[in-house]
Every structure is written in C-alpha cells, then in structure tokens.
C-alpha cells in the first residue's frame, strides 16, 4: 500500500496569493472515532500545502488555513481520503466558496464478478460558517449517522462512507431462480440496492 501524497490550496486563482500560511487539520477521524493528523507543510511558497497519510478506509477532514488574512469562504478546506486513493498516488483538493470536494468510493460485490458500485459527491457553494466549523461539522456529520436503503441515500458525508462500508463488508444474498442480487448492510436487515443478473452462454449482464 503506502503513503499517499494529498495537495490544499486556499481561496480561488494563483494558489501563492496565500503563501505563508500554518494550517492545520481541526478534524481528522474515521467513522471508528478521531485519528491522529499528519502534519502539513507548504511546497516552498507556490501556495500549494502538501501531507501524506496511508489510507486503509475512510476518512474525512477539516483544514483551517489559520490566519486572520483569509475570509471564511476561504479559510477551511473540507475532504475525504479512502484505500482507493492507493490507486492514484496522489489527490488534490481546494477551497471553492467553502469546498468542492469529491469523494469517490468503489466496492466490488463479494461472490459475483463484474460487479462495482461508484458514488460521487459534489458539495458547492456552502456558505455562511458563522463564527466557527459547526456548519462544515454537520455536513461530515457523525459516525452514528443513517446510510440509507434501496430508495434513501444518505444525507452526509459520515453516512456515504458508512454505506461504503457495509456494501463493501455487508451480506449479499443472490436468487438463482429470479437472477435477483440484494445487496444488504452488515446485519443482513437492510437491502442498499438490488440488481438482476443474466446469465447466458456467452455473456453475464448486471441491470
């Protein structure tokens, strides 16, 4: 696996309009609790801050450019990092308004090949964060948050990586005399998505 080389930027244009800054992570944590940040250091003074982190599941962050010179919209930089980043070897992210983040997830489910689910998330233009983070908090979210069902999705960033979670380690359950394939959460007691599967001499199909 190994270390992963995450890039920040603050505010909008030439990243060196913000050289000079100390940032730090205000959040860093799994949906198992905190973890400790790495550190973070700018890249010379191109305006670029560099950190390394091995991921092995999800996690989200919260980046506070640390100076009085920045305005709220672009003080914090809000993100994930994931086992899939391994595949990169190396993400960035940056300071839009608040955030614009993606976070991509990928799970192929267990028993049946050919089978992968992707969810994007984009965030845009979250304004107003008053005197704190507790608006950029809510977005994460907590580990405690729902992940949804076959119709729901869920409504923040701690709730799609847990749902990433039980697909990725959930029950499935296929049934070969409709070709039906429910996928479930960790307990088995909830269907996240079904699919049918077609099964012919020359080919095998997902719908």
């Known amino acids: 696996m190994g270390l992963v080389d995450y890039f920040v930027s603050f505010g909008s244009g030439d990243p060196s309009a913000n050289t000079g800054l100390l940032p730090t992570f205000t959040v860093f944590r799994s949906p198992a609790g905190l973890t400790t940040p790495p550190s973070i250091s700018e890249l010379a003074t191109t305006g670029l801050f560099h950190f390394q982190y091995e991921p092995f599941g999800g996690l989200a962050f919260v980046i506070d450019g640390a100076t009085t010179g920045l305005v709220d919209a672009d003080r914090y930089v809000v993100g994930a990092v994931g086992f899939d980043d391994t ?42 964060v008053g005197a704190g983070v507790s608006t950029i908090q809510s977005r994460l979210g907590t580990p405690s948050d729902a992940i949804g069902d076959a119709s729901t999705n869920p409504t923040t960033i701690f709730g799609f990586l847990l ?3 039980n697909v990725a380690e959930g029950q499935s359950l296929y049934t070969k005399s409709s070709g039906v394939w429910d996928i479930k959460d960790k307990t088995g007691a909830t269907t996240l998505a079904s699919r049918t599967i077609a099964d012919t001499v020359g080919t095998i199909t997902k719908s």
């Open 87 to 128: 595949t990169y070897q190396g993400v960035s992210f940056n300071s839009w308004g608040i955030t614009n983040i993606f976070v991509n997830v990928s799970t192929i489910g267990a028993g049946v090949s050919i089978a992968a689910f992707g969810v994007t998330l984009n965030f845009q233009n979250i304004s107003t």
């Open 163 to 165: 749902r990433a979670e």
